[in-house]
């Protein structure tokens, strides 16, 4: 069975533009989370979709990040415009409905912002 | 608020040593917790997670961790310390109060080193 993977791996991009991450879930795991890790700091809570719905998106930092999971399968991360700050690596996990609800992650995307 | 505290953000050790990383949790009910691990170049990997029932749970590759409530801690060891053990390690809760609040809330993250 597949993991949960991230695309991509890594990006370097300069402060104004635009980046867009992507999540693909474990097969049939409906609950789908971002985190954050910035440099330094711990891992962090960004949001978290039950299929295509957002079920708490209270760790998103602000406006300019964009999540998006339609059809309830892969997942999209926008940050427009990125800043400096937003560097770091985002992780993305998944996992079943129901049970102890353990999430599995996936290897995370580096983002530098220049 | 939840919350994860993580002793020691570096821990080294020699090779066949016990392997200690403590982790405290601040939870107002009984939480979840895991221990997950991130070797060099890789994601994060669950080593283990107590939910309920017996207080020392097994982990993959050795690692044990024990939950004990009057200490709220929950913390990671291995008998004997290899040197493919070396990687950042990361204690997490979750609630456990029910409904859909699934997120985990994490610890700092501990890097152990393994001397030879």
């Known amino acids: 069975e597949a993991g949960v993977t991230q695309f991509p791996s890594h990006s370097v991009i300069e402060k104004g533009q635009t980046v867009t991450l992507r999540c693909d879930p474990i097969s049939g795991h409906d609950n789908l989370y971002w985190y954050r890790r910035v440099m330094g700091k711990e891992i962090k809570f960004l949001l978290h979709?039950?299929?295509?719905?957002?079920?708490?998106e209270s760790g998103m930092p602000n406006n300019r990040f964009l999540a998006e999971r339609t059809g309830g399968t892969y997942s999209t991360l926008k940050v427009q415009p990125a800043e400096l700050e937003d560097s770091g690596v985002y992780f993305c996990?998944?996992?079943?409905?129901?049970?102890?609800?353990?999430?599995?992650f996936g290897p995370g995307t580096r983002l530098t912002v220049l | 608020a939840q919350s994860v505290t993580q002793l020691g953000s570096h821990v080294s050790v020699s090779e066949g040593a016990l392997v200690l990383l403590r982790c405290n949790y601040s939870?107002?009910?009984?939480?979840?917790l895991f221990w997950y691990v991130q070797y060099p170049n890789q994601g994060l990997q669950l080593l283990l997670k107590y939910t309920t029932g017996a207080t020392l749970v097994k982990g993959i590759n050795g690692f044990e961790a024990e939950f004990k409530k009057s200490e709220t801690s929950f913390h990671l060891t291995k008998p004997s310390a290899h040197m493919s053990d070396a990687a950042e390690y990361f204690c997490a809760v979750r609630d456990n109060s029910g409904g859909s609040n699934y997120k985990l809330t994490f610890g700092k993250g501990t890097l152990l080193t393994v001397n030879p």
């Open positions: 996990a998944s996992s079943q409905v129901g049970g102890d609800g353990t999430q599995y």
């Open positions: 979709f039950v299929k295509e719905s957002k079920q708490d």
């Open positions: 939870s107002s009910v009984p939480p979840y």
